[in-house]
């Protein structure tokens, strides 16, 4: 079972997030671009007319300075001036065009992007989101794929375009006057030297701020949610100082990013103004010498701030490259994680399986980091009976239950589902065959007809008329009239819209209707009146023969009257027999502890 062992040891711990180079990442987000080839195309065109009108443009002034100013030809100057004119129009279009394109390509990734990202959480187990904190989850769905997006759309454009026209005016310039023309590139070189040294570092801060905002996220969503908690035991300054905690460690990080992001700016300032003096200075020398033309130095003085000017502008463009690459990597680790419970063939009984409907053989586990929970437990539950599992807190009785459900895969040993190993079937196939009502049941915002339908397919297209007809021949009319507007009572995950017990019953209600082969009940009447839990007795007792029923209660008029009763305790699950002999096993264990 060395193979069932690697698969509960995925590590699901996000905090421990992969790097990945720029060149691999860019790959990777462009693959949600698949669908934007024309409109790439096209903003790539217009992006190639944008940049061959800034190269045009000081050229046309140099020649007009020379030809026309110099020799005060109004005529031909005109012409020119309104040509030029012209040319800003058309360049003033593509400007608008290329942000028009690129926006509606970065919306479309953005929503292809938070998608995918939301499958692929539906498609994790409940060990990853045990591993991980709900509110730092929330911030890579949203603003990680938001930063990403920003970038897209407004950054990676521009950031292509800078690109462009520098080449261009690269070749400009050296075509004119090689000699001039390299002399104004020199400070670009160091630009570049700066830019590979820092990149890294100013990657790794947005990194550390992006961690820092999900990091308060969750605070405050842990916060919010337990806010009764807080209340009842009067903690608001504990609320208050881990608060503040999370929020100054959020607002040092995101300084520390903010001047890493800011670095670029006056570097590439201060190299562009040393470019404008080089040619300047050479300039003027050339043409002391006869070698060059006030035209040409107005052309170049011009080229050289279309060249350095993108580059100050690249230098914002790059943090913003940076954090798009940290929003990134936060966003990857979570698409590259993989299901440690995955399908492992169609559904065939197994040579010498016991023919019972759920059986554990030499089952072991234990949760990531921690202590074996089970050893070696076997045990077998036949078809249409009720067991009961008792044992002290942390004895191991959820999980077992958890087991059963397949919420987790043993670390050593075979669960089995009607003689079949339980990881062969789907999770359809399962949720249809094994109904899990928890201790503390969860409603979805929405109307209680929603809730109780929640995952049955079967029901869910009925009309109301056929599906409290369903609910009547369930036994479950007398719990649905407990709700003032029935099928249409509106609910909330979060609000106190109804009580601990009324969420026990839809859970039931929810349950039940499935008609599953395994009912599960997990401390699951341990907020319902005594009156309520005979009428729950009585709907469970109208279930299918073949039903079989696992209680897990710490009271005792819910467990006596189950067919076979299993003491969990210390990892180890003991037949216990008669309600009286598990007494005595948990009155022995008090005692020994």
Known sequence: ?????????????????????????????????????????????????????????????????????????????????????????????????????????????????????????????????NSNRSGDLISRINNDTDTVNQFFSQSLMRFMDSIFSMIGVAVFVLSIHWKLGAASLVPAVFILLFVLLVSPWVKKKNAISLKANGGLSANIQEGLQNFKTIIAFNRRDYFRDRFAQANDANYKTAVTAGIANNLFTPVFGFFSNLAQLIVLGFGIYLILNGQFTLGLLISFMSYVQFFYRPLRELAALWASFQTALAAWDRISVILSRQSNLPIAGKPGAIAGAPEAVMAFQHVSFHYPGGKKVLHDISFEMQSGKTYALVGPTGGGKSTTAALIARLYDPVEGTVLLNGSDIRTYTAEERTNAIGFILQEPFLFTGTLRENILYGNKTLHRLSDGQLLQVISDAGLGDLLARFDAGLETRLTASADSVSLGQKQLIAFIRAVLRKPQIVILDEATANIDTVTEKLLDGILDRLPATTTKIIIAHR???????????????????????????????????RAS
């Open 1 to 129: 079972m060395q193979e069932e062992s690697g698969n509960h040891q995925t590590d699901y711990n996000l905090d421990r997030e992969q790097k990945s180079s720029a060149g691999a990442a860019l790959r990777k987000m462009f693959r949600f671009m698949k669908g934007e080839k024309r409109n790439l195309l096209v903003a790539f065109f217009v992006m190639v007319l944008n940049a061959g009108i800034t190269m045009l443009t000081p050229y046309l002034i140099g020649y007009i300075v020379d030809h026309f100013i110099l020799k005060k030809q109004y005529g031909p100057l005109m012409q020119y001036s309104a040509l030029l004119l012209g040319i800003y129009i058309v360049w003033a279009g593509t400007e608008y065009l290329q942000a028009k394109l690129m926006g509606g390509v970065g919306q479309r990734m953005l929503y292809l992007l938070r998608n995918e990202v939301f499958d692929k959480l539906q498609q994790l187990p409940v060990a990853f989101f």
């Open 556 to 590: 005792l008029n819910t467990i006596e009257n189950a067919d076979e009763i299993f003491f969990v305790n210390a990892g180890e699950l003991i037949p216990a027999g008669t309600l009286e002999h598990a007494m005595d096993m948990l009155l022995q264990h008090k």
